[in-house]
C-alpha cells in the first residue's frame, strides 16, 4: 500500500470516529425526540412540523455552507464550528416545555448543515484513493456504530428505571449523559486535522480526467430524482410518535427499534458501497454506481403500510426495510455526489444536493404529519406514489448516466 493510500485510509477511519460519537449524541437524541416532544404536550402535527422544519433547515442551510466552504476552501473551519453545535443535544436536559425543545432541535440540525459540505468534500478527497463506494462504507458502518450505541443509551437506562411510561426527567437524565460522547467527538477531530490537514493532495493525485466548473445534467436530474423519493421516505419521529400514540411498542422499545435500523444501516453499508463501486469498474464510467439508486424507490415502496401499522411483525419488518433504505441514502447518495461533480464544485454540490435532500424531508415530514391527524391510510398513498413517481425519474437517470462520461 502506498503513502497516498495509507493517508486515506487513515482519514477515512478518523473521520469514522468523528461520525461514531457524533452519531452517539444526535442519534441519540433523535431516536426520542419524537416521544419527548409528547411527553411535553405536541401533538402529531407539532411533532410533523418541527421534525420537518428542523430538517429543512439543516440541509436548506447546506447549500450556503457548502458554496461558501468551496470559496474560502475552510473546510476544516466548518468541520469544527458544526460539530461543535451538537452541544444543543444534552442541553435538552435542560428543557421544560416543547417551545425550547424545539430550539436545541433545530440548532443541531443547523450545525449538521454547516458542518456536512466540507466533511463529505475533505472525506470525498480522501476516498478517491480507495474507491468512493468502499471509502464512504468504511465511514458509514463506524457512523452506525454511533447510531445503534447512541439509542440503546436510552433503552438500557429506561430499563434500568423500570416499567412504566417515562417521565420528564427519566428523558433529561438520558439527554444529559450525551456530554461525554459529545466531548470524544471534538477530540478525534483535532486528531484527524494533525493527522491529514490538506486532504485536497489525495484526490489531485488520482484525478485523470479534466476538471469541470459546471454542474452537468446528470447532477441535476440525481437531484430531482434525491427530491422525489426522500419526500415519500417515512421520517422516524413520526414513526415513533404513532408507536407511542397507539401502544404498538412501550417507551424502551421505540429506540431499540431505531437502533436495529441503524444496526441494518451498518452491516448493509459496506455491501452497498462495494456494489456501487464494482458497476463503476464493469461499465469504466463514474456514473455507472447510480445504476444501485433503483433499490431506494423499490424498497421505500413497502415501508409506510408496516411502519404504520399496529401489528408488531408488521413494524418490525418495516423498521429493518427503513434501515436497509437508509444504508443506501448515507452510503451511495453521497458517494454518487462525489463522482458526478468536479473537485473544484464539490462543495457546492453537496451543498445543493442536501438543501434539496432537507426541502424534501421538510414538505413530506410536514404533510404526512398534518395527514397522520386524519388519515393513516392517506399517509400511506401519498408515499406510495412518491416512490412510483421516483422510479419513472430513475429510468431518465440511468440513460443519461450510462451514455454521458466526464
Not at 132 to 142: K, M, Q, R
Request: charged share 15%.
Amino acid at each position: 500500500m502506498n503513502i497516498q493510500k495509507k493517508a486515506a485510509f487513515k482519514l477515512i477511519f478518523l473521520f469514522g470516529l468523528v461520525s461514531l460519537f457524533g452519531d452517539m449524541v444526535y442519534e441519540a437524541g433523535r431516536s426520542v425526540n419524537g416521544p419527548y416532544l409528547k411527553t411535553l404536550g405536541a401533538n402529531a402535527a407539532i411533532v410533523g412540523l418541527v421534525s420537518g422544519l428542523a430538517e429543512f433547515l439543516g440541509y436548506a442551510v447546506r447549500l450556503f455552507s457548502g458554496y461558501f466552504a468551496d470559496k474560502t476552501k475552510a473546510y476544516w473551519l466548518f468541520t469544527f464550528l458544526g460539530y461543535g453545535m451538537l452541544i444543543s443535544v444534552p442541553l435538552l436536559a435542560l428543557t421544560g416545555i416543547w417551545q425550547v425543545a424545539v430550539v436545541f432541535i433545530v440548532m443541531e440540525r443547523l450545525g449538521k448543515a454547516i458542518r456536512s459540505p466540507a466533511k463529505d468534500t475533505i472525506l470525498s478527497q480522501a476516498t478517491k484513493q480507495v474507491g468512493t463506494g468502499f471509502g464512504f462504507a468504511i465511514a458509514e458502518v463506524l457512523d452506525q456504530i454511533g447510531a445503534i450505541t447512541g439509542p440503546l443509551i436510552f433503552t438500557l437506562l429506561f430499563m434500568i428505571i423500570g416499567k412504566g411510561d417515562r417521565s420528564l426527567a427519566d428523558y433529561q437524565h438520558g439527554y444529559a449523559l450525551l456530554w461525554i460522547p459529545l466531548i470524544l467527538v471534538l477530540f478525534c477531530i483535532f486528531f484527524a486535522y494533525r493527522a491529514v490537514p490538506n486532504p485536497a493532495v489525495l484526490e489531485n493525485l488520482s484525478v485523470k480526467h479534466p476538471e469541470s466548473d459546471k454542474l452537468g445534467r446528470v447532477f441535476w436530474i440525481y437531484t430531482v430524482f434525491t427530491f422525489v423519493t426522500t419526500l415519500g421516505f417515512a421520517n422516524f419521529a413520526l414513526v415513533g410518535f404513532h408507536l407511542k400514540a397507539r401502544h404498538v411498542l412501550t417507551d424502551a422499545q421505540i429506540p431499540l427499534f431505531y437502533a436495529l435500523a441503524m444496526g441494518v444501516d451498518a452491516v448493509a453499508a459496506m455491501a452497498i458501497g462495494k456494489t456501487y463501486d464494482i458497476f463503476k469498474a464493469k461499465r469504466n464510467n463514474e456514473k455507472a454506481g447510480l445504476i444501485t439508486l433503483i433499490a431506494i424507490p423499490v424498497l421505500s415502496l413497502l415501508i409506510p403500510g408496516l411502519v404504520f401499522s399496529t401489528q408488531f411483525s408488521l413494524v418490525l419488518a418495516g423498521v429493518i426495510i427503513w434501515g436497509l433504505v437508509m444504508g443506501f441514502h448515507e452510503t451511495i447518495m453521497k458517494s454518487a455526489i462525489a463522482d458526478i461533480t468536479s473537485l473544484k464544485k464539490r462543495g457546492t454540490g453537496y451543498g445543493i444536493f442536501n438543501a434539496a435532500y432537507g426541502l424534501a424531508i421538510f414538505i413530506g415530514s410536514a404533510l404526512t404529519g398534518l395527514l397522520y391527524e386524519y388519515s393513516v391510510f392517506s399517509v400511506i398513498c401519498i408515499s406510495i406514489v412518491m416512490e412510483i413517481t421516483a422510479i419513472l425519474i430513475f429510468i431518465i437517470l440511468k440513460k443519461e448516466a450510462l451514455t454521458v462520461k466526464y
